[in-house]
């Protein structure tokens, strides 16, 4: 399940991305780096992978792929990805972009309520992506909710969330982290990236 699938695709080089930075300071940057070999550390080889996936795709159509055709690009024909979004334009978007593919399904609906009514899938082997935009403080109390309820459903299932790295946003950062450690049954591993300081706010990336 990808929860918040967004548009799918990204392009790094129209005027919204050039405005924001992020894409410069973030993936351009790093598949700069990784290009001129000026990373500061070697790279794992499930990672360069990754690198590659991205830097393909940015130097042949300036785009960035996000984690719907990620998540595709390792799928064989037995699996398939269940894709949210509720965004009109994008759920378009997604819908066009796997037409006439048997093993991507696109729901215009909203994901926790999707994952929650799909769960348990069949074969019961999989994961669920969670990565809303965090504009909404109801979206840390929505990933905790989703996620208590869906591992009563789908205790094999494995639960990827992202959240953003940001000061304005401690508090609700420390109640997502309190409140999915206390889920019963679970095994939990935390990674943060915190990336640069801009004004009075780190920002970077974390996922639970």
Same mark, same amino acid.
């Given at each position: ?103 991507? /399904? ?9 994952? !929650?009514? #799909?769960?348990? &899938? *069949?074969? %019961?082997? $999989? ?50 982290? /309190? ?9 939990? !591993?935390? #990674?943060?990236? &915190? *990336?640069? %300081?801009? $004004? ?9």
């Amino acid at each position: 399940f990808d929860v918040h699938a967004g548009h799918g695709v990204y392009n790094l080089t129209d005027a919204d991305s050039i405005k924001t930075g992020e894409a410069y300071n973030g993936i351009i940057h790093l598949l700069t780096s990784y290009q001129s070999k000026t990373l500061p550390e070697p790279i794992p080889e499930y990672f360069e992978k990754y690198l590659v996936f991205c830097k393909t795709n940015y130097e042949q159509q300036g785009v960035y792929y996000g984690s719907p055709a990620l998540s595709y690009s390792f799928l064989d024909d037995s699996s398939h990805l269940i894709a949210c979004e509720l965004h009109p334009a994008a759920a378009a978007a997604l819908k066009s972009r796997y037409k006439g593919i048997k093993n991507v /399904h696109v729901h215009k609906r909203d994901g926790y309520e999707t994952v !929650l009514a #799909l769960s348990p &899938p *069949h074969p %019961v082997r $999989g994961f669920a992506f969670f990565d809303p935009s965090y504009e909404l403080d109801s979206d840390y109390i929505n990933v905790i909710e989703t996620i208590k309820k869906l591992h009563k459903r789908w205790f094999a299932g494995s639960f990827i969330i992202w959240y953003p790295i940001v000061e304005r946003k401690a508090a609700q950062t420390a109640a997502l982290k /309190h409140g999915l450690a206390c889920v019963n049954g679970t095994d939990i !591993l935390m #990674l943060e990236i &915190p *990336h640069k %300081v801009i $004004g009075q706010n780190t920002v970077g990336s974390g996922y639970g």
